[in-house]
């Protein structure tokens, strides 16, 4: 039987988590606003109910479950998802990219308190997640390790080379999921080069596809991240979302891909979201 959620909660705190990347990317003058919007969602629904045995007051817990934010750039919805969860003073999200902050421009385990590992390489964060699933199969631990990448991150070979690993390693407690937001730096997916159909691949490569209609719907992403654990192997949740998700004139736009608002911008956004500037 599935677990009772209190979803306006979980939706109010995704509104909660976009409105501190508005802020953040804004006051550094650069940042990554896009593609931290549209995986709002699944960063709640992973922190504020599915990742176990996390501890802000113990975050190097050996039994705990870890995620992996292949796609580092999009470190603002991270960062402001462990901020809510108690990891380090929300004060600390109005110094993103300062010099000696803890809240750098790619997320850095070293620096920021719950950051599991290192990343922003793309196409190496599910190699380190199949590491680290591996790793709780060597140790005797009983953990589930959620690796998140970007739509265009398909384009890096070295995805399908952990691809390939996890499903000959027949590893059961690795999850990935796919923002597929359908644009990158240089604009769409199709046009930089398609990786369609990205579902028959994975499932070429051994895994357990869970395909999510709506990636920006939290009861959707609830529902695929509880489908995907039931799974006997690795598996992946390819997630349709919208770039720039909650505000109006980012959504689906490229440019938003790494830019940061003007105070106007932010002005509209924050209104848009229901926040005080």
């Known amino acids: 039987m599935s677990k009772t959620r209190d979803i306006p909660a979980l939706e109010a705190m995704a509104n909660q988590l976009r409105q501190d990347v508005i802020r953040m990317v804004h006051t550094a003058g650069s940042g990554h606003p896009g593609g931290s919007l549209s995986a709002a969602e699944f960063v709640t629904a992973l922190y504020f109910d599915t990742l176990e045995n996390i501890d802000p007051q113990s975050p190097r817990k050996a039994d705990r479950d870890r995620f992996v934010l292949s796609k580092g750039h999009c470190c603002p919805i991270l960062y402001s998802a462990l901020a809510r969860r108690g990891y380090f003073d929300p004060s600390n999200l109005t110094k993103l990219r300062e010099y000696g902050s803890i809240l750098q421009g790619h997320p850095d385990m070293n620096k920021t308190p719950g950051i599991d590992i290192s990343s922003?390489?793309?196409?190496?964060?599910?190699?380190?997640?199949?590491?680290?699933?591996?790793?709780?199969?060597?140790?005797?631990?009983?953990?589930?390790?959620?690796?998140?990448?970007?739509?265009?991150?398909?384009?890096?070979?070295?995805?399908?080379?952990?691809?390939?690993?996890?499903?000959?390693?027949?590893?059961?407690?690795?999850?990935?999921?796919?923002?597929?937001?359908?644009?990158?730096?240089?604009?769409?997916?199709?046009?930089?080069?398609?990786?369609?159909?990205?579902?028959?691949?994975?499932?070429?490569?051994?895994?357990?596809?869970?395909?999510?209609?709506?990636?920006?719907?939290?009861?959707?992403?609830?529902?695929?991240?509880?489908?995907?654990?039931t799974m006997d192997g690795p598996a992946v949740i390819l997630a349709q979302t919208v770039k720039g998700k909650g505000v109006s004139f980012m959504e689906d736009v490229a440019d938003w891909h790494g830019t940061a608002p003007s105070a106007e911008q932010t002005a509209q956004a924050m209104t848009e979201l229901g926040g005080i500037q």
């Open 120 to 229: 922003g390489s793309l196409g190496n964060g599910l190699s380190v997640g199949v590491g680290m699933a591996l790793s709780a199969r060597l140790k005797g631990l009983d953990y589930t390790v959620y690796v998140m990448m970007g739509d265009g991150e398909q384009q890096e070979g070295m995805v399908w080379e952990a691809a390939m690993c996890a499903a000959h390693h027949k590893v059961k407690n690795l999850i990935a999921i796919v923002d597929c937001n359908h644009l990158q730096i240089k604009g769409t997916i199709d046009d930089v080069m398609s990786i369609e159909p990205l579902d028959k691949k994975w499932e070429a490569f051994g895994w357990h596809v869970i395909k999510v209609a709506d990636g920006n719907d939290m009861a959707q992403a609830l529902a695929g991240l509880d489908k995907a654990k």
